[in-house]
């Protein structure tokens, strides 16, 4: 670790944690205070995870949220599961398999489909090419609320929506409280719990507590990673995107009010390392791997003029699925590199307010819009396509654009262990095993598994993609523990990993394993009386929680595989 930057860190955390200290105590003076055995700040896939985890082992839970839906990457942010290509048989936990069987099964029981889709075991709503099971975020809402229901009812569970974080209180390194504030009604709760969880999605809790953590891009130094930079840089971090969701209804103008900054970003030429092939809003991108020009197209009527269409790539409902009439048009979640957006971080530079990128984010998300609807080149040579549809009813945002941004990276804590890029990457491992097959480091307290490309976007810092074949992995438990404070536990994408391995730990199965995994283990720690490093260190206590972990449905290894 870079002492200058470990210092950087604890600095900008502790002084704030003292100030925010004096204000807490402020704060609970006039706010009513709840307690549970966990509070969980956060309310996205992870916090969802830890609370059925938690629920499951008869514990109560306060899990906050601080938009009006949980679930986070697949709901507010409208993002259908990105997934590995062997999640129908193996590579996730029982009770995300049982969240993947409900979105189907909710589709079959409620919505009209043809008999041809509703015999198909596989059934992918929205048939689209990125996923296997690409479905509108209500739906994934409605299978998280059934899932929790039956805690909700049991009074094991409470849900504080519209809440975020404001203030914690920390005496001799364990988090005694965490205060939280009501948007809406401006209402602040005091929550106390002997166990706190960050499930947050940009590991708010980390400052809030003077937990040291780290943000953006570690030096190689720090590391030793290949793709890692020579000097670190706090504030080069993966695009975040604000996604939408359209239909076309051919013949109808749906164009939206130009937006304020579009000529800025129809103009707008990427600055990058290697070099972007030309404007942002184009049908034209780098290539993830190979870095060079790639021509994409774009048709919302039918296949397009080869290669990939992306109207068709994330979408949410394919017409062919339901019954006639159902829809009129397929619809399309936008998440491209088009509405990628990397002028300013969101953490770590104390000179950008957060408020700035996610207003620009939502402008340059509108602007695409405004393009594809009125200058786009179309297939037959024409521009636009003017019934195109915002459909801000599906995702209930500001701006018509989904609730939350999409985000990629997160503050992450300084952890018992850090994966690094040597443990997972396959150019960095090489070619080893039977038949070409490929290895990732045997963490031997594995508490879950996951599989993805190490697949970062362009970043803040002006890097284009780092996409690297990944190895099929474990999740460490020494990668959920803090280096000092006892009663916190990470369940999003702020636990310990580098820079260059959240690429492959920040996607949906994983996250949901992390925060399941963190639920399993502060229910563990408050029945033994021990504190989850201790059950660490403690071979048979390991031993034990492993065997909890698989009891569950929690896999912690996997067979053999090749890399991705």
Known sequence: MNRRRFIRNTALALPLGVCRGRLHAQERSRSAEFNADVVIIGGGFGGCAAALALCRAGRRVILTEETDWIGGQVTSQAVPPDEHPWIERFGCTRSYRQFRDGVRTFYRDHYPLTAQARANLW???????????????????????????????????????????????????????????DSRAGRLRALSAPYFIDATELGDLLPLTGTEYVTGAESRNDTGEEHAPEEAQPGNQQAFTWCFAVDHCDGEDHTIDRPEEYAFWRDYVPVMTPPWPGRLLSWEMSHPVTLKPRSLNFDPTGPGSGGLNLFTYRRLADPANFTPGTYRSGISLINWPQNDYWLGPLVGDPTVAAAVPLRRSRQLSRSLLYWMQTEAPRPDGGTGWPGLRLRADLLDGPDGLAKAPYIRESRRILAEFTVREEHVSAETRGNGGEGGTLVAEPFPDSVGVGAYRIDLHPSTGGNNYIDLGCLPFQIPLGALLPRRIENLLPACKNLGTTHITNGSYRLHPVEWNIGEAAGALAARALAIGEPPRQIRRDPTQLAEFQRILRDQGLELEWPRLRAL
């Open 123 to 181: 059934l992918n709503p929205g048939n689209g090419s990125v996923s296997r099971l690409c479905h509108e975020p209500r739906v994934a809402l409605a299978v998280l609320e059934q899932m929790l229901a039956p805690f909700l009812s049991g009074n094991l569970l409470r849900i504080l929506l519209n809440t975020g974080p404001v203030s914690a209180e920390v005496v001799s390194d364990r988090v005694r409280t965490v205060t939280v504030k």
